[in-house]
């Protein structure tokens, strides 16, 4: 049974691999990214509030995240294993994860951190940008913004989790299929030491 945590800058494919890891290993994929915007989509009044805030690439409130997190792991495809991608974003999200974790004696996730170059985070950046999938939130000054946020608020959480002894890392610097078999194979190690 796997429980992840899917570290890295917006840009470092993270999404995309979680994607694949789950689908390969029927784990359900937690994106807290994915159902923020779904609840914009869903037009509610808590989609209505958090539209602008996304949109500027700002942060949603831990509390909201924590709670929608909850809620998503009382759910039954959670039952085989899960990936959080975009989840913890603060270092209050993963105290309050943790205490939870422990609340609820479940396993403490392992946490993989997708390691990018900042030339290649650009270039990405910049593909996403003009790509068919592209979102409202990939403009350039809100791209800056977000990665910026992430610097201060999500980067502190690599050293949050080496001290713990949860992190491993992947070398994201190349093509999907390439850095998931690595993805793969530290997984593999991880898992027998
Ligand atoms: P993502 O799809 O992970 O890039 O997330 C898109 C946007 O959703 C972010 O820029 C934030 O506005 C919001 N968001 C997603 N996950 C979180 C989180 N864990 N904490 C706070 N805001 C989040």
Redesign the pocket.
């Not at 994106?31 to 994915?34: A, D, E, M, R």
């Given at each position: 049974m796997y429980q992840l945590i899917f570290l890295g800058a917006?840009g470092a494919g993270k999404?995309k691999q979680a994607e694949i890891f789950a689908q390969n290993n029927k784990l359900a994929n937690i994106?807290?990214?994915?159902m923020?915007r779904n609840e914009i989509a869903s037009g509610s009044a808590l989609g209505l509030e958090l539209k602008p805030?996304?949109e500027t690439?700002?942060?949603?409130s831990?509390e909201l995240?924590i709670s929608l997190i909850e809620h998503r792991l009382t759910q039954i495809d959670c039952q085989k294993g899960y990936i959080f991608?975009?989840?913890?974003?603060?270092i209050q999200?993963a105290e309050e994860l943790e205490k939870f974790f422990i609340k609820q004696k479940i396993k403490l996730p392992l946490v993989v951190m997708f390691d990018i170059s900042d030339e290649n985070l650009l270039a990405r950046l910049e593909n996403r940008r003009n790509s068919d999938e592209h979102r409202a939130?990939d403009a350039v000054e809100v791209q800056k913004n977000?990665l910026q946020i992430y610097r201060e608020q999500t980067v502190p959480l690599i050293d949050y989790y080496k001290q713990k002894g949860q992190l491993v890392r992947v070398d994201a610097n190349a093509d999907v299929e390439v850095v998931q078999q690595r993805l793969v194979d530290v997984l593999n190690v991880a898992n027998n030491s």
């Open positions: 917006p999404g994106s807290t990214g994915v923020l805030i996304i690439g700002a942060l949603v831990d995240v991608d975009g989840f913890p974003r603060t999200q939130d977000r």
